[in-house]
């Protein structure tokens, strides 16, 4: 079965390294089984005690990120694509280091809201750049995944089918996709289609409500979401995903549109999904045995 993970922000901004590693034991705590961390960059935090403590716990980690606009792959400024790539390349070695698995989210653009559609140009170096980091990625042993994620937040992959087909042009055979329910909810005509579209292709898969609150206080239908996630035999991981103002920081609120807050307090928001999430895997898997039924 796959592993039950949840982001770090539901926790904390991140900002120090003990709101990092309370976050760690916090979802130790509720019964989460991996934490997500965004961007750990080494100058600002102790990796090797991050990593041991995790392990202490039984934790997995995985990192998340969007790229600044100073550091867009999909640029046509060749000095703005080095900067992507040596920052993705910084990332990856960081992953390592901190024992973690998983490398996601917007790798091939930035995360911003784009006011015109990719050039081919910057389909080119965002592929080229992504091709370079699965290399490393790979040599590093770790998982490199693509986010999903909807037209305000990046112009270059919106669906799951606009994803495989980058993931096909970047040649190389350790990028997957990472979808999102939230996003999917947005983009996507189907989304229980998508992920079996994607099925082998998924690499990580984020468990988010459409207003980004309470799973089940949105218009998300999820019971065909684990219906699909069980036809195709999913099992790798599962992270709830979830951003309040209340707890993360101004620039992520920004960058999200993070204008109102559909919780405050961050342990019953995490019970409740660990449950849900739970609820909701066992009621697909009753629904394939009373269907293979004769």
Known sequence: MSRL???????????????????LEQSAESGFELIEFAYLRPDRFDIDALGKKAQGLGIEIAVTMGLPVSADVSSEDESVVKAGEAL??????????VGGKTLGGILYSAHTKYNAQPTDRGRKNSLG????????????????VLEVVNRFETNMLNTAAQGLQFVKETGSDHV??????FHMNIEEANPAAAIRLAADKIGYFHIGESNRGYLGDGV????????????????????????????VDEALSLACAIWRDTWTESMPLALHAKSFIDLKRDEAARRRATNARP
Do not use: M
Not at 9 to 19: S, Y
Not at 88 to 97: I, K, W, Y
Not at 176 to 181: E, G, I, R, S
């Open 5 to 23: 993970g949840i982001h770090s922000f539901v926790w904390t901004n991140g900002a120090t390294q003990a709101d990092l590693e309370k976050a």
């Open 88 to 97: 993705l390349a910084d990332v990856v070695r960081g992953v390592r280091d």
């Open 129 to 144: 750049a992504i091709a370079r980091t699965a290399d490393l990625a790979k040599e590093a042993g770790v998982d490199l």
């Open 176 to 181: 997957t996709l990472h979808l999102d329910t």
């Open 220 to 247: 998300i239908d999820f019971d065909p979401i684990f219906d699909a996630l069980l036809d195709i035999d999913y099992q790798k991981n599962i992270s709830f995903e979830s951003f309040s103002g209340a707890v």
